[in-house]
């Protein structure tokens, strides 16, 4: 299993820009397609986006397309989230998970057999 570890979280206000790292170690992390997550107090955990293995695609959550950005650096082992234009709204712990089921861009959390230990990020009004 590939141990991930999130950092980069804060506070932050509206409108703001926040960049989430993930960094991979146990296992190269070009095998694997990655995911970010978060949860909000009292809510369920949610898929945010989603990496292939070779980095060439990526997906996202319909609340964070055109202001979320995810990218990973199979050289360095690490997987990142640009956001910009934070709401509100994106107030949550945030996850980076690993799937090694290479061939589905999956959003499912049962898919990824590796979790972070999350970072919070809260947005201020």
């Known amino acids: 299993q590939v141990q991930l570890v999130e950092s980069g979280g804060g506070l932050v206000q509206a409108g703001g820009s926040l960049r989430l790292s993930c960094a991979a170690s146990?296992?190269?992390?070009?095998?694997?397609?990655v995911g970010w997550f978060r949860q909000a107090p009292g809510k369920e955990r949610e898929f945010v986006a989603g990496?292939?293995?070779?980095?060439?695609?990526?997906y996202y959550a319909d609340s964070v397309k055109e202001r979320f950005t995810i990218s990973k650096d199979n050289a360095k082992n690490m997987a990142y989230l640009q956001m910009n234009s934070l709401k509100p709204e994106d107030t949550a712990d945030y996850y980076c998970?690993?799937?090694?089921?290479?061939?589905?861009?999956?959003?499912?959390?049962?898919?990824?057999?590796?979790w972070g230990q999350g970072t919070r990020v809260t947005v201020s009004s």
């Open positions: 998970a690993a799937s090694s089921r290479q061939g589905i861009l999956t959003r499912f959390p049962p898919d990824f057999t590796s």
């Open positions: 146990g296992r190269t992390l070009s095998t694997y397609v």
């Open positions: 990496i292939s293995w070779h980095g060439g695609s990526t």
